[in-house]
T-cell receptor
Framework: GAVVSQHPSRVICKSGTSVKIECRSLDFQATTMFWYRQFPKKSLMLMATSNEGSKATYEQGVEKDKFLINHASLTLSTLTVTSAHPEDSSFYIC?????????FGDGTRLSIL | GESVGLHLPTLSVQEGDNSIINCAYSNSASDYFIWYKQESGKGPQFIIDIRSNMDKRQGQRVTVLLNKTVKHLSLQIAATQPGDSAVYFCAENFLGGANSKLTFGKGITLSVRP
């Protein structure tokens, strides 16, 4: 079946560091991928829609310059958290699919010290 | 505004019993609904889905019911097992394609007592 892979699974870094998270579709091509953020014991909040070959579409309230998204190929989207601070610590999850339902990666736990 | 929400934050059931998880949605234009299961530290895992032209769909040990009149969605798990312990989310979709986004409900934790 369709599989979505995220890397890394966990990142711990100092405040001010920029962190890149990768989302790959392993056995299908994805023109669109989605990035979510999830706080402990909370639901998934859509951050942005990543579009292959064009600019990402950000949800209201999500800082474009803070969360840079690049979707340069049909199998890879990256989310870069720029100049990360402790408040950016969270669980970041991507999803993609040829059709519904979307398949999700296993998430990236980001901890900013 | 439009929202997808769950009635109960937690649900505790005895192993072997049936579980029923409920979800309310408010957007009458939604035409596709999905239940996901999320285990600790992992991404959501697809359980079952249903389109708005149906009112019931069955899978292995799971059944999804859709009541469009009252905008209500439920997930029934038969003979609940310890491995069913997780957080369950309902999600709705407005346009139906792979490029259209999902809106998630708040989530409910299912705890199975041995």
């Amino acid at each position: 079946g369709a599989v979505v892979s995220q890397h890394p699974s966990r990142v711990i870094c100092k405040s001010g560091t920029s962190v890149k998270i990768e989302c790959r579709s392993l056995d299908f091509q994805a023109t669109t991928m989605f990035w979510y953020r999830q706080f402990p014991k909370k639901s998934l909040m859509l951050m942005a829609t990543s579009n292959e070959g064009s600019k990402a579409t950000y949800e209201q309230g999500v800082e474009k310059d803070k969360f840079l998204i690049n979707h340069a190929s049909l199998t890879l989207s990256t989310l870069t958290v720029t100049s990360a601070h402790p408040e950016d610590s969270s669980f970041y999850i991507c999803s993609a699919g040829v059709r519904q339902p979307q398949h999700f990666g296993d998430g990236t736990r980001l901890s900013i010290l | 505004g439009e929202s997808v929400g769950l009635h109960l934050p937690t649900l505790s059931v005895q192993e072997g019993d049936n579980s029923i998880i409920n979800c309310a949605y408010s957007n009458s234009a939604s035409d596709y609904f999905i239940w996901y299961k999320q285990e600790s530290g992992k991404g959501p895992q697809f359980i079952i889905d249903i389109r708005s032209n149906m009112d019931k769909r069955q899978g292995q040990r799971v059944t999804v019911l859709l009541n469009k009149t009252v905008k209500h969605l439920s997930l029934q798990i038969a003979a609940t097992q310890p491995g069913d312990s997780a957080v369950y989310f309902c999600a709705e979709n407005f346009l139906g394609g792979a490029n259209s986004k999902l809106t998630f409900g708040k989530g409910i934790t299912l705890s199975v007592r041995p």
